[in-house]
């Protein structure tokens, strides 16, 4: 069993930055790639990016490229997004997920494993 934590989320002023951390116990995260999703209310669980179990391949939603980066740290077990230049379209709960694949998709049926969730709201 994985256990997914997130952690990061919080308050911020438009324009501002933060950045998430997900700890994924076990060597089925570190073999797997990793993504975040994200659900704002009232809409469904949406994709925003994701990396593959080395972190040599990532890709991105089209709304936060150029201003989010995934990366990963499998000695640390560990996933970062750094998101910067935040709006207020970001604020949603933010979801870490571990797939059962070497790459990520885009699709949610590709993730197994999943995270509680972490708040991020974007104040204007």
């Known amino acids: 069993q994985v256990q997914v934590t997130e952690s990061g989320g919080g308050l911020v002023q438009a324009g501002g930055s933060l950045r998430l951390s997900c700890s994924a116990s076990?060597?089925?995260?570190?073999?797997?790639?990793m993504a975040w999703f994200r659900q704002a209310p009232g809409k469904e669980r949406e994709f925003v990016a994701g990396?593959?179990?080395?972190?040599?391949?990532?890709i991105l939603t089209d709304s936060v490229k150029g201003r989010f980066t995934i990366t990963r740290d499998n000695a640390k077990g560990t996933m970062f997004l750094q998101m910067d230049g935040l709006n207020s379209e970001d604020t949603a709960v933010y979801y870490c997920?571990?797939?059962?694949?070497?790459?990520?998709?885009?699709?949610?049926?590709?993730?197994?494993?999943w995270g509680q969730g972490t708040q991020v709201t974007v104040s204007s």
């Open positions: 997920a571990v797939a059962l694949r070497s790459y990520p998709s885009r699709g949610r049926e590709d993730y197994r494993y």
């Open positions: 076990g060597r089925t995260a570190s073999n797997n790639a």
């Open positions: 990396i593959s179990w080395r972190g040599d391949s990532t």
